[in-house]
C-alpha cells in the first residue's frame, strides 16, 4: 500500500551545520508536505509542494519535489538548536474512502548539539 | 499557536473504559480530521468530518466513534479501552486540501 519511507531516523548535528533529509514512496505523489514536531507539540506545516521539480524555501528550510514524484527532499542549512525536533514528510492518500488524507512518514529525529 | 484547541491535555484511565477527547477546529474551518500517534505505528489517519458530516475514515477500530456538532466542535470517542491504545490522539482542522492544522494532542494513557 501507500507508504513514506524517510531517512535517516535519526540525525546529531552540530550548530551551524546543514541537514538533509528525505522521503520516497514506490507510490506517485501530487502533493507532498513538510511538517515539524517539537516535543509536547503536534505538527507544524513548514512547506507544501504541488509540482514536480518545483523548489521552494521557508527560511533555512529547502524542499524539493522530486521530479519522479516518487520522493521529496528537505535542507536545513546553518542549523540552529531550535531545528531540534521530528520531521515529518506527508502526502494525500488515494485509498478509497480516505481519499485526500494524509499518509505521514515515520520522522526523521533532528538533534543540535550547540 | 495553531488555532486548533484540544482537551484534556492528559488522560489516564483503566482499560475497559470510555473516554471522550474534544476538539475545537481553527475558526472557519469545516473539516476536522482525527490522527493517532504512537510510537510503533507512527501518525495514522483516523478518520475526517467535514460541516457535520463523516467525510473520510482511516485506520479506526469499531470501538471508536467521532462527531462533529453544528458548531463545527469534534469529540472522539474511545471505548473498551486497552492497553494498546495508549497514544497521542491529535485533531487537525483545515478550511480545504491537504493543508492541515494540527491541535497540541491528548497523551492518554491507558493502564
Known amino acids: 500500500g501507500q507508504q513514506l519511507n524517510q531517512s535517516p531516523q535519526s540525525m546529531f548535528i552540530q550548530e551551524g551545520e546543514d541537514v538533509s533529509m528525505n522521503c520516497t514512496s514506490s507510490?506517485?505523489?501530487?502533493?507532498w508536505l513538510w511538517y515539524k514536531q517539537e516535543p509536547g507539540e503536534g505538527p507544524v506545516l513548514l512547506i507544501a509542494l504541488y509540482k514536480a521539480g518545483e523548489l521552494t524555501s521557508n527560511g533555512r528550510l529547502t524542499a524539493q519535489f522530486g521530479i519522479t514524484r516518487k520522493d521529496s527532499f528537505l535542507n536545513i542549512s546553518a542549523s540552529i538548536p531550535s531545528d531540534v525536533g521530528i520531521y515529518f514528510c506527508?502526502?494525500?492518500?488515494?485509498?478509497?474512502?480516505?481519499?485526500?488524507?494524509?499518509?505521514f512518514g515515520k520522522g526523521t529525529k533532528l538533534s543540535v548539539k550547540p | 499557536d495553531s488555532g486548533v484547541t484540544q482537551t484534556p491535555k492528559h488522560l489516564i484511565t483503566a482499560t475497559g473504559q470510555r473516554v471522550t477527547l474534544r476538539c475545537s477546529p481553527r475558526?472557519?474551518?469545516?473539516?476536522v480530521y482525527w490522527y493517532q500517534q504512537s510510537l510503533d505505528q507512527g501518525l495514522q489517519f483516523l478518520i475526517q468530518y467535514y460541516n457535520g458530516e463523516e467525510r473520510a475514515k482511516g485506520n479506526i477500530l469499531e470501538r471508536f466513534s467521532a462527531q462533529q456538532f453544528p458548531d463545527l466542535h469534534s469529540e472522539l470517542n474511545l471505548s473498551s479501552l486497552e492497553l494498546g491504545d495508549s497514544a497521542l490522539y491529535f485533531c487537525?482542522?483545515?478550511?480545504?486540501?491537504?493543508?492541515?492544522?494540527f491541535g497540541s494532542g491528548t497523551q492518554l494513557s491507558v493502564l
Open positions: 475558526s472557519g474551518d469545516l473539516s
Open positions: 487537525a482542522s483545515s478550511p480545504l486540501g491537504e493543508k492541515l492544522f
Open positions: 507510490s506517485i505523489f501530487n502533493t
Open positions: 506527508a502526502g494525500p492518500s488515494f485509498y478509497r474512502g480516505s481519499q485526500g488524507n494524509l499518509i
